[in-house]
């Protein structure tokens, strides 16, 4: 037998024995390293006698391309087996029951928001937005609520430092004082939001919803604010007819000022708005005090307009019957279950994603 044979028998019987891929690496460069036996053959072709050169060299690329070969096959063979092992090991039951997919609801507070939102935005309103932490110079001062006044006591705040500077805003009329600093009339904003005041029970939550409106222009008057909230009620509530009335009442950044209560009935243990004569109160409002336009800048010779503030949370109340004012921030995931809205469904008065 030849050399080369002979070499290539005893690598074929190496490479038959139970080897990992590291045995057979080392067996790989025995061969086919830089001084390995095959690369040591190829450097000897030159001194071979020249009438057997040929033949030698054929002889050692056959060799060579067999145990390469053979090499390549075992490499394969236990790269295989590994990825069955591993797949064996990692398999995935395609058969198991996928995970109950809940869809989450959107809270009564968030879709009757949207709904105000909407119908403003019908007649002319923009959405502004001011922050929770407030100081007291927006939150009172600037609407005509200097210390001492009686109101601020009424307020019940929750102040955050010892000098009474910086608080949880106690409604939203000091966005209003933001707008009208930031900008130059016409000012036509609503602007809906948390408020704060320190108060708990059936219908009073420490934090609650309000929504701001303001409108100021050159020759705005009690009957543009009494025509605007006509509307809004009649397409919050989706009715055609609404009896509502305006209460003189007093707040220091207007002037005259008035509660506005509706009409409401309960037929078969249900409110139902615009009819009966039950009065419920729902917001407050009236003609923006000069001082408050001169603290601000404007000019009172030129604009003037009118303010109200609604509470949003109420109408959620009233809208879709809900008696307990505290549910609505309790967290309850079967409360919200059952009154909250499918965020697929778009309700018949909600325009805001349907056009
Ligand atoms: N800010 C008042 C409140 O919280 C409501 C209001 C707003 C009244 C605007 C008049 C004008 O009670």
Same mark, same amino acid.
């Given at each position: 037998m030849s050399d080369l044979k002979k070499i290539k028998e005893e690598f074929i019987?190496?490479?038959?024995?139970?080897?990992?891929?590291?045995?057979?690496? *080392?067996?790989?460069?025995?061969?086919?390293?830089?001084n390995g036996i095959i690369s040591s053959q190829f450097k000897n072709i030159g001194k071979i006698k020249e009438s057997e050169r040929k033949k030698f060299a054929s002889e050692l690329n056959l060799i060579k391309d067999d145990l390469q070969n053979l090499i390549n096959s075992k490499i394969n063979e236990i790269e295989n087996?590994?990825?069955?092992?591993?797949?064996d090991k990692e398999k995935i039951d395609v058969t198991l029951p996928e995970r109950p997919f809940i869809k989450g609801k959107i809270h009564p507070v968030s879709q009757?928001?949207?709904? #105000?939102?909407s119908?403003?935005?019908?007649?002319?309103?923009?959405?502004?937005?001011?922050? &929770?932490?407030?100081?007291?110079?927006?939150?009172?001062?600037?609407l005509n609520t200097p210390d001492n006044h009686?109101?601020? &006591? $009424?307020?019940?705040?929750?102040?955050?430092?010892?000098?009474?500077?910086?608080?949880?805003?106690?409604?939203?009329?000091?966005? *209003?004082?933001?707008?009208?600093?930031?900008?130059?009339?016409p000012f036509k904003i609503i602007a809906p939001g948390r408020t704060y005041r320190s108060d708990s029970d059936?219908?009073?939550?420490?934090m609650f919803h309000q929504v701001e409106g303001l409108y100021i222009d050159k020759n705005i008057n009690m009957g543009h604010l009494k025509g605007c909230l006509n509307y809004f009620?009649?397409?919050?509530?989706?009715?055609?007819? #609404?009896?509502?009335?305006?209460?003189?009442s007093h707040f220091p950044f207007t002037e005259p000022s008035a509660e506005v209560d509706i009409g409401y009935e309960i037929k078969d243990g249900k409110i139902v708005i615009g009819e009966g004569d039950k009065w419920l109160e729902i917001l407050g409002c009236g003609m923006v005090h000069p001082n408050v336009l001169k603290n601000v800048k404007v000019d009172i010779e030129k604009?003037?307009?009118?303010?109200?503030?609604?509470?949003? &949370?109420?109408?959620? $109340?009233?809208?879709?019957? #809900?008696?307990?004012?505290?549910?609505?921030f309790d967290c309850d995931y079967r409360w919200l279950n059952h009154f909250g809205f499918d965020p697929l469904d778009v309700p018949t008065n909600y325009r805001g994603l349907s056009r």
């Open positions: 019987l190496k490479l038959n024995k139970k080897l990992n891929l590291e045995n057979i690496n *080392q067996v790989k460069s025995e061969l086919f390293g830089k087996s590994e990825i069955n092992k591993k797949l009757t928001i949207d709904e #105000i939102s119908i403003f935005s019908e007649i002319g309103f923009n959405v502004e937005e001011g922050p &929770d932490v407030e100081n007291e110079y927006n939150n009172f001062t600037a009686p109101a601020r &006591d $009424m307020h019940d705040t929750f102040y955050l430092d010892e000098k009474k500077q910086k608080l949880l805003r106690t409604h939203t009329s000091p966005v *209003q004082i933001r707008t009208m600093l930031k900008g130059k009339p059936q219908t009073h939550a420490p009620i009649k397409e919050f509530f989706e009715v055609n007819k #609404i009896k509502m009335r305006f209460r003189p604009y003037q307009g009118y303010a109200f503030g609604i509470g949003i &949370d109420r109408l959620a $109340m009233l809208k879709y019957g #809900i008696n307990d004012l505290r549910a609505f």
